[in-house]
């Protein structure tokens, strides 16, 4: 049974930094992309970053992030450790949200077919 | 960035009733769109990618069309636990991007 389970999430000030982890089983991490979206309360899902099953992706060949999040957000993985991760540093009011971590497919196309149970983080003085 | 926009935002419906909704992309995608059902509290869940194909466990009565820029969800006839809301998302090209979401309740 693949699952996807998160931790990490919490309360903290602007400006301050938090550390998302989603740590999968029941398939072969190290063969597949992974990706992170958010969700505002009260509003749509929000693609975050993305990663290749390669840990030491660069930005634009292997590691992408949404505009909004490029310079504060770094995601990484740990293939031996079957994780997944999310830094998140100058945190803004605005990057308060639930937090997913999904599983993406890449043949034939891109689609997100597992997720984890969200955390949230908010971000408030 | 590619926009998706959905429409309804929202929309009423009865247990049985067939029920459309629809997808546009402000560029041409190809096939590059997966359709997504979300309840309350819950996470998002995969129905339909590449358009038109069906995932696996995801009843028949979910289908999908199109390709290009105008893509369609269709539900054949509702059921009690298709009260929810539903995302497009485009894989075309990063960033990629959702549309906004159509809530579907209960009339």
């Known amino acids: 049974e693949v699952q996807l389970v998160q931790s990490g999430g919490g309360l903290v000030q602007p400006g301050g930094s938090l550390r998302l982890s989603c740590e999968v089983s029941?398939?072969?991490?190290?063969?597949?992309?992974m990706t992170w979206v958010r969700q505002a309360p009260g509003k749509g899902l929000e693609w975050v970053a993305t990663?290749?099953?390669?840990?030491?992706?660069?930005?634009?060949?292997?590691?992408d992030h949404a505009d909004s999040v490029r310079g504060r957000f770094l995601i990484a993985r740990d293939n031996a450790k079957n994780s997944l991760f999310l830094q998140l540093n100058n945190l803004r009011a605005e990057d308060t949200a639930v937090y997913y971590c999904?599983?993406?497919?890449?043949?034939?196309?891109?689609?997100?077919?597992?997720w984890g149970q969200g955390t949230m983080v908010t971000v408030s003085s | 960035a590619i926009q998706m926009t959905q429409s309804p935002s929202s929309l009423s419906a009865s247990v049985g009733d067939r029920v459309t909704i629809t997808c546009r992309a402000s560029?041409?995608?190809?096939?590059?769109l997966s359709w997504y059902q979300q309840k309350p509290g819950k996470a998002p869940k995969l129905l339909i990618y590449a358009a038109s194909t069906l995932q696996g466990g995801v009843p028949s009565r979910f289908s999908g069309s199109g390709s290009g820029t105008d893509f369609t969800l269709t539900i054949s006839s509702l059921q009690p636990e298709d009260f929810a809301t539903y995302y497009c998302?485009?894989?075309?090209?990063?960033?990629?991007?959702f549309g906004p979401g159509t809530k579907v309740d209960i009339k």
């Open positions: 999904a599983r993406q497919n890449v043949v034939p196309n891109d689609f997100f077919d597992f």
């Open positions: 998302l485009q894989d075309n090209k990063y960033p990629f991007t």
């Open positions: 029941g398939f072969t991490f190290s063969r597949f992309w």
């Open positions: 560029q041409a995608i190809r096939n590059d």
């Open positions: 990663m290749s099953p390669d840990e030491n992706g660069i930005e634009g060949n292997g590691r």
